[in-house]
Every structure is written in structure tokens, then in C-alpha cells.
């Protein structure tokens, strides 16, 4: 298996434009988490997905962002309009079902808002 | 609210020597504690997990404490070695009304000098 992908890798956009990061994950893996990582905030939790049903979106900092995921092989993240704060690595990772499995990181979407 | 803490600043050790990592919580009931390393621009990859009704787990070079009274875990690296120098992130999952829940500390960095 290719791990999780995520695309792009890198994002340049200038403020008040929309992105859109997609994600691939592992196949036969139940959860699909998005992450966001800064250096003054760490590794924060936006939302995450069981069956492809959102579980918990208590992380999405506002309205601005909405994420999806259409089947068990896809989903988005997307930021309308962008803003500078939200400059950060983006993640993506899945896992199988089961209580305490571990999580297989993508490579991230670095995106910077100018 | 929920709050992780780990060692903010970096830990620089020699070679050979017993790197100790502590993370602790507050606010949380997890079911289960990992543990995950990243390198520069890579993802994190899982390490450990120890589960809420575990004392201790090991792994190689590795040990992982999980003391819920205290609310904290202690991650050790024996006979320690320059590639083990790296950003090692605690993770919580749970707790038990959402298991699927994993929420990250910032990290403490790891140096280890030959």
C-alpha cells in the first residue's frame, strides 16, 4: 500500500482565495483524522471521520472551514476564504477500526497564506 | 478545558545515555496513551501504545509508563543514539465516550549527541 496520500504537497495562495486539500487514505481503514501544526500551537485535531460520517468537528477553528469526505477513499479540506493565521502544515492520517490503533500519517499540504 | 504538557524545551543528551520524556495531562479520562515520532518534515509515526488499565510498556530500546493517578506518562529511550534525535509527540485517545478521539501534545525535541 502507498500510505496516505495528501496533495498538494506544497500551497501558495494569497488572502481571501480558496483552497482545497485532499487526502487519500490507507484502504480499509475506517477513520480519517485532519490535523493542522504549527510551532506556536502544536499538533491540533480539526475533525475526524468514522464510515465516512464526521464524528467530531469540535477542532474547526470557524466557519471557514468544512471538510468532507463523499467515500471511503477521499476527502477534502477546505478553507474559504483564507486568511494568513491559517499558514500551517495540514495532515491527514487514517486507521483501522479498533480502540487504540495507531495512526498512518500523510507528508502534509504545507500551506501558506500571503 | 483539555491540556497536554510536554518538556517544551529540547532535550539534549549523549550518547548512549537514557532519554526520559514526560507527558502530562489534565482535564482528560483517555482510554489510551501513544506515543509518535517526527522527523523534519515528515509526519508522525507511531512509537507505543499503552492502554488506561497498563502500568508499563516496552519495546526494544523502549519503555512507556502510564500513571492515571498522577496523569502522566514517562517515555524512555535506552542506550540512546544520534537517529533517535527526532520531535517525540504524546498522544491521548478517548476518552471512553469517544474513543476515536486522539489529541496530540506539542512535542518535546530530542537531541542526542555522539
Known amino acids: 500500500d502507498a500510505g496516505v496520500i495528501q496533495s498538494p504537497r506544497h500551497e501558495v495562495t494569497e488572502m481571501g482565495q480558496e483552497v482545497t486539500l485532499r487526502c487519500k487514505p490507507i484502504?480499509?481503514?475506517?477513520?480519517l483524522f485532519w490535523y493542522r501544526q504549527t510551532m506556536m500551537r502544536g499538533l491540533e485535531l480539526l475533525i475526524y471521520?468514522?464510515?465516512?460520517?464526521?464524528?467530531?468537528d469540535s477542532g474547526m477553528p470557524e466557519d471557514r472551514f468544512s471538510a468532507k469526505m463523499p467515500n471511503a477513499s477521499f476527502s477534502t479540506l477546505k478553507i474559504q476564504p483564507s486568511e494568513p493565521r491559517d499558514s500551517a502544515v495540514y495532515f491527514c492520517?487514517?486507521?483501522?477500526?479498533?480502540?487504540?490503533?495507531?495512526?498512518?500519517f500523510g507528508s502534509g499540504t504545507q500551506l501558506s497564506v500571503l | 478545558s483539555q491540556k497536554i504538557e510536554q518538556n517544551s524545551e529540547a532535550l539534549n543528551i549523549q550518547e548512549g545515555k537514557t532519554a526520559t520524556l514526560t507527558c502530562n495531562y489534565t482535564n482528560y479520562s483517555p482510554a489510551y496513551l501513544q506515543w509518535y515520532r517526527q522527523d523534519p518534515g515528515r509526519g508522525p509515526v507511531f512509537l507505543l501504545l499503552i492502554r488506561e488499565n497498563e502500568k508499563e510498556k516496552r519495546k526494544e530500546r523502549l519503555k512507556v509508563t502510564f500513571d492515571t493517578t498522577l496523569k502522566q506518562s514517562l517515555f524512555h529511550i535506552t542506550a540512546s543514539q544520534p537517529a533517535d534525535s527526532a520531535t517525540y509527540l504524546c498522544a491521548l485517545g478517548g476518552p471512553s465516550s469517544n474513543t476515536g478521539k486522539l489529541i496530540f501534545g506539542q512535542g518535546t525535541t530530542l537531541q542526542v549527541k555522539p
Open positions: 484502504s480499509g481503514h475506517d477513520y
Open positions: 492520517a487514517s486507521r483501522p477500526s479498533g480502540r487504540g490503533e495507531k495512526l498512518f
Open positions: 471521520f468514522n464510515n465516512n460520517v464526521p464524528i467530531d
